[in-house]
């Protein structure tokens, strides 16, 4: 009972040394007889490529347009997040989590939070729970419009959809920033609560743009949806299957398009969502059409879930009395925290040993574990689709390198 | 829609010790109480037997932990602990529970934790932690990426922050530092480089050369 494996023997070539040289190698291909058939050639993907998010790097081997092997090679924007978390305090942290994942930095700062919490035993009044529900749902929806923005860019679709994306998440990021005063580093959640109250007319504004999100979404997925290039390129292609899926730990909207009912909202109900009666889009083939189709219903969802929220926001403090700014310290021990963030699940994983500083301090990060499998779904596809296929994987290199 | 969502119990961890031992012959689990308010408590498992153990928690129909969610490692560096410890000793004539600090040493180890789920039956998180005999020259743990493949990189991150050797891993290389980088970065005792220049970049060869156009430029 091994785990289901599908990578390819074929070995890497070394790469010659100096300077100058082009970024592919050509080498000889052995048909199964030992006959010489044409040759292999080994391509280096990125890093500086628009197609692949970031400083990112992919050493292909391919026959003809074909994919034979794929490595991925990042740790180009490595920082050690996790060393320099270690030796500051922790609130001094959060906000550098914010960098992680700079798209979702709200959820960022939501899942340590909730790690801290769990750690030193606080509980974030109702208000501030109603607040993080309420930003966290505005960024899913935020990264979920965007990345298909982006998925359509690499598929050559150049401008339009990720302008019409752009200009949606222009209106959330103002909403943020009244909210935060920062734009994407919004530096919000505090152990125990929120940084500080909504600002006067703010879910009035935020009323609003919730409630004309449904009609962009309408307009998104006209221009989109049954799109011919669109069905095209992504049906069939970069096929997961839901075991498989499960056994590489994928989390997320990957995870869910291959059909496994997994959503941690559910699943540990942490925060009020038990509260929220919302659905789970599920995909059925796996493929990369699928990852966008439950991305765009998980998009209607959040809008269902902030409506409510919205209407239900009681008055009331939002800071938990019992959390301390000054002196933090959690009694030894330690504490893993996860919540369902907009790539998939992100949790911290913290070791107390009762001093100032976290003595561990780890990140779980789901754009980083979702790209174990970019191999298996590349493999026999054209290089072309390696760029889609990556698109729907959904990285954000600050969190992969970290 | 109605949604049904089956949460099934899971055994105890303590009784789980059991369970494994039983299990799997010859396998040694001992149970760390967590003693902050999440209440995580987890199960360390000696070496031999980790593919084995972890595959019957795998297969196990009552705990069906297909879902390996995270895997991390932690640097132990060898201490001296005190701890309290109340003693009977004569005072002044007067027989009396006294506290006393005692010292012990733990020595250094590299410790590998598993956060285990089951997407199946909807349950977690089961902890389980392996420990290298010391940080130098043990440092041979075994690989968990032939039951689940998403440890896969997740090992090879441990591998090139800390330095745990995994065993049966496929394809164990450096995977966020560069690969000549010779040092563990998250380990305590890593002392940061004053020289940040380390990749061989054609700095030196730049510098020889812009001397010998400049004499009075040369670099000592």
């Keep these: 009972m091994d785990a289901p494996v599908t990578r390819s023997t074929a070995s890497l070539i070394p790469s010659p040394e100096g300077a100058g040289r082009p970024n592919y190698t050509l080498r000889q291909k052995t048909s199964d007889s030992g006959e010489i058939a044409g040759d292999l050639l080994e391509v280096s993907m990125g890093p500086q490529h628009p197609s692949t998010h970031g400083v990112f790097r992919m050493d292909v081997v391919l026959d003809g347009e074909r994919v034979v092997k794929l490595k991925p090679v990042f740790g180009y924007l490595h920082r050690n997040h996790e060393k320099i978390a270690e030796d500051t305090t922790y609130l001094g942290s959060m906000p550098y989590t914010d960098r992680l994942d700079y798209f979702c930095s709200l959820t960022n700062n939501w899942a340590y939070a909730l790690a801290v919490e769990k750690l030193a035993g606080l509980q974030a009044p109702e208000r501030a729970e109603y607040i993080r529900v309420i930003t966290a749902e505005l960024t899913r929806l935020v990264n979920h419009t965007c990345l298909v923005g982006f998925l359509l860019q690499d598929m050559g679709a150049s401008g339009t959809p990720l302008m019409y994306a752009f200009r949606e998440r222009e209106k ?47 307009e998104f997925e006209r221009l989109l949806s049954e799109n011919e290039i669109l069905i095209a390129r992504t049906q069939g292609v ?43 889009p599920l995909g059925e083939h796996g493929d990369t059409y699928d990852r966008y189709t439950v991305r765009v219903l998980e998009m209607r969802e959040s809008v269902g879930i902030l409506e409510q929220a919205l209407r239900d926001i009681p008055p009331g403090p939002i800071m938990d009395p019992k959390s301390k700014i000054r002196g933090f310290r959690p009694k030894p021990g330690e504490a893993y925290g996860r919540i369902e963030g907009p790539k998939g699940e992100l949790g911290f994983y913290l070791i107390s040993d009762g001093g100032p500083n976290p003595y561990r301090y780890r990140v779980r990060p789901p754009s980083f574990i979702n790209l174990t499998i970019l191999e298996d779904m590349c493999l026999g596809h054209m290089v072309a689709d390696v760029v889609v296929i990556l698109g729907s994987v959904d990285i954000v290199l600050g969190e992969v390198d970290r | 829609m109605a949604e049904t969502i089956l949460r099934c119990e899971m055994i105890p961890l303590d009784q789980l010790k059991s369970v494994l031992e039983s299990a799997v012959p010859g396998a040694q689990a001992e149970m760390l109480r967590n003693d902050a308010p999440s209440a995580q408590h987890s199960l360390r498992i000696d070496n031999e037997h980790a593919l084995a153990v972890s595959k019957f928690l795998r297969a196990d129909p009552r705990l069906r932990l297909d879902y390996c969610s995270n895997v991390t490692g932690i640097d132990w560096p060898e201490a001296v602990l005190k701890e309290k410890v109340k003693v009977r000793a004569v005072v002044a004539g ?59 990189f997740q090992e090879r991150e441990i591998y090139d922050l800390y330095g745990i050797v995994f065993d049966a891993h496929p394809d164990l290389r450096r995977i966020l530092m560069w690969d000549g980088f010779q040092d563990y970065p998250m380990r305590k005792d890593y002392v940061e480089p004053d020289d940040y220049e380390y990749e061989p970049t054609p700095h030196d060869k730049v510098l020889e050369k812009a001397s010998r156009h400049l004499p009075r430029h040369t670099i000592p």
């Design chain 1, 172 to 218: 959330v990021l103002d909403l943020f920033e009244s909210l935060t005063g920062a734009r994407m580093m919004c530096n919000y959640m505090r152990f125990g609560g929120c940084r500080c109250d909504l600002p006067p007319g703010w879910l009035e504004a935020a009323r609003q743009v919730v409630d004309s999100y449904p009609r962009f979404l309408d």
């Design chain 1, 238 to 280: 970069g096929v997961l299957p839901g075991d498989l899926a499960v056994n590489a730990s994928i989390s997320g909207p990957m995870l869910r398009a291959s059909g496994v009912n997994y959503d941690i909202r559910k699943v540990d109900k942490y925060g009020i969502y038990d509260r929220f009666p919302f659905r789970v």
């Design chain 2, 94 to 152: 007067v027989e009396k529970e006294v506290e006393e600090v005692v010292e012990k040493r733990r020595p250094g180890y590299l410790e590998a934790v598993y956060h285990l789920y089951s997407m199946e039956l909807k349950h977690g998180p089961v902890i389980i932690r392996f420990r290298t005999t010391n940080r130098t020259d043990q440092v041979r743990l075994t690989s968990l990426t032939p039951v689940w493949r998403g440890c896969e």
